[in-house]
């Protein structure tokens, strides 16, 4: 087979907004190179609808205002340093997107700030309504197309990283492997560090507000080159998305709740002042929570979102995206219900890093939502992500300087890939299509808002089953993207089972309190502990 080689300074898998503003960093100290699987370059980024929290004002009371905040809604896990560099470092990188043309939205010379569940101000920015984004993804692609120093390779899936190891211990990471998606062949990217900023992997639920694309690839290539990866129980379920029998499970930002917005039960009732004084601003977590309660007292499969009391201008100038979407799916959200459940979203463990990215693996650095800073802790607050994209994704170019001085290592690692057969990319064999479709469906079940340890067990059951196909997958995408997701499914199972405590977003109706740990203690998994529970049957 033939494989193409490519070297550069620092390889980039994935170009949200955590990756493209690391690329930025990254090319003061050298060349750049951002692959994105799919030929579009998708990510979770541009999606993101309700905005970027924000001290904007740089005033001391203001940044301790949003700390306490990120930390109340985290329920005593978030690293407090790391939330402390979060809201600090915040408003210098929101200056910095000014300066490089971002439009956030204004009323004269003033920026509107929003309000979403568990701030206790109003502080998030937000641009083109609901399309804040695709903004700031825009603005940073445009920022570094003209940067000769980076290149963005769309359409390359990268499979694998390369790893130098001692015995079975990884010495540092010096590269990937990737599919090259339009030849369909393999190609070796050589680098003095890498950055994983592949984002989620939200596609393991049935239901889901994250793009195809969020299969968990930076998780299970971490894994597998033995990273350790912590707090994949905590998975936050955004209260509000589309559910309409044919349509995608579309966000309907909180920033809809934060205007006004009501929720109502199949009966057309308010219910959220039963469960929160905050009502309808209540935390994720429990807003989710609540609605699964009345889904089961209603036995209808969905709660209503209600705008009908608001402006009807106001609601279609204020969320354009949101409200052309409900339209196309038949739905006129100035004069109708629009029918909404609960949907995977976020997921707030990832691979374990420190405050500049840095993974246990030397020259392996984790950023944006496949990475675990501490900022999140077990509940993320609303509109957090983009700032720990901005702030750490800086940090992690300022870290990256310390590799420079590397050379670019070209050692044969190839041989560690187990793949069959050369398949086409677009195929799409059924056997992976089943297993993905059956491990959505046990996922959203058993791993979703409300779990339980034994309908947890099944899973792991069920999973030695489905992980068949992992043996020997042929070169196509969606093999290797069933395999990702098994690995993260794995993850977040054997985090879930341990954690025998309901704590934010790790609700066990089997164990409904928090343990009194003080503070609770971050959860490990690696390659080795999960091969032990899913491979050996070791529990
Ligand atoms: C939303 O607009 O509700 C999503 C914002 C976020 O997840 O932070």
């Not at 990471?173 to 599919?179: I, K, N, R």
């Not at 990475?371 to 957090?384: E, K, M, T, Y």
Request: aromatic fraction near 8%; charge should be negative.
């Amino acid at each position: 087979m033939d494989i193409t080689e490519f070297k550069t300074d620092f390889l980039i898998i994935g170009g949200g907004i955590a990756g493209l503003r690391a690329a930025i960093g990254a090319s003061r100290f050298g060349q750049v190179v951002i692959l994105n699987k799919g030929l579009k370059g998708e990510s979770s980024s541009e999606f993101a609808q309700g905005g970027i929290a924000a001290a904007l004002n740089e005033e001391p009371a203001e940044i301790q205002s949003h700390f306490e905040d990120t930390i109340i809604a985290g329920r005593g896990l978030c690293r407090e340093e790391a939330v402390r560099v979060l809201v600090s470092e915040g408003p210098r990188r929101i200056q910095e997107l000014l300066d490089w043309g971002v439009s956030f939205d204004k009323n004269g010379e003033q920026y509107i700030l929003a309000r979403e569940g568990a701030h206790s101000k109003n502080r998030i920015l937000r641009a083109r309504g609901d399309a804040t984004g695709n903004e700031i993804v825009k603005t940073l692609q445009r920022a570094i197309s003209t940067n000769e120093r980076i290149s963005i390779f769309n359409g390359y899936f990268t499979i694998d990283l390369l790893t130098s190891k001692s015995g079975e211990d990884p010495e540092f990471c010096f590269g990937a492997v990737a599919l090259d998606e339009e030849k369909h062949c393999l190609s070796r990217f050589y680098a003095k560090a890498v950055i994983l900023a592949t984002g989620g992997i939200g596609q393991v639920f049935r239901r889901t507000t994250n793009p195809p694309v969020a299969t968990g690839d930076g998780i299970a290539m971490a894994l597998k080159a033995g990273a350790e990866l912590e707090d994949m129980e905590f998975f936050q379920f955004h209260p509000t998305a589309l559910a309409l029998p044919g349509a995608p499970s579309f966000l309907l930002s909180e920033a809809i709740r934060g205007e006004g917005g009501q929720l109502r039960n199949a009966d057309g009732k308010r219910f959220m002042d039963r469960y929160h004084p905050d009502a309808e601003l209540a935390p994720r977590d429990l807003v989710s929570r609540a609605i699964i309660s009345e889904i089961r007292q209603t036995g209808v499969d969905h709660v209503f979102l209600d705008v009908t009391h608001l402006n009807p201008h106001f609601v279609r100038e204020r969320f354009p995206m949101i409200y052309a979407t409900c339209l196309h799916y038949g739905i006129d959200m100035v004069k109708q219900l629009v029918p909404v459940a609960p949907s995977a979203h976020y997921m707030m463990g990832g691979i374990k890093t420190d405050l500049f990215g840095r993974t246990n693996i030397p020259r392996l650095y984790a950023v944006g939502e496949v990475a675990s800073a501490g900022v999140h802790g077990a509940n993320r607050l609303a509109s957090n992500s983009l700032l720990e994209g901005l702030v750490y994704g800086a940090r992690v170019g300022d870290a990256i300087e310390a590799e420079a001085s590397h050379a670019v290592d070209s050692s044969d690692g190839i041989e560690d890939l187990k793949l069959g057969g050369m398949e086409d990319s677009i195929s799409w064999p059924e056997a992976y299509r089943s297993t993905q479709a059956m491990l959505k469906s046990a996922m959203w079940e058993h791993a979703g808002i409300i779990r339980q340890g034994p309908l947890l067990e099944t899973l792991v059951e069920s999973w030695r089953h489905w992980s068949e196909v992992l043996k020997s997958p042929p070169l196509s995408r969606p093999a290797l993207e069933t395999g990702n997701m098994l690995w993260a499914s794995a993850a977040l199972i054997q985090s879930a089972l341990e954690r025998r405590e309901s704590l934010g977003a790790h609700f066990r109706e089997d164990y409904p309190e928090p343990r009194t740990d003080d503070p609770p203690q971050h959860s490990l998994v690696n390659f080795k502990t999960l091969k032990a529970l899913f491979k050996e049957g070791g529990k």
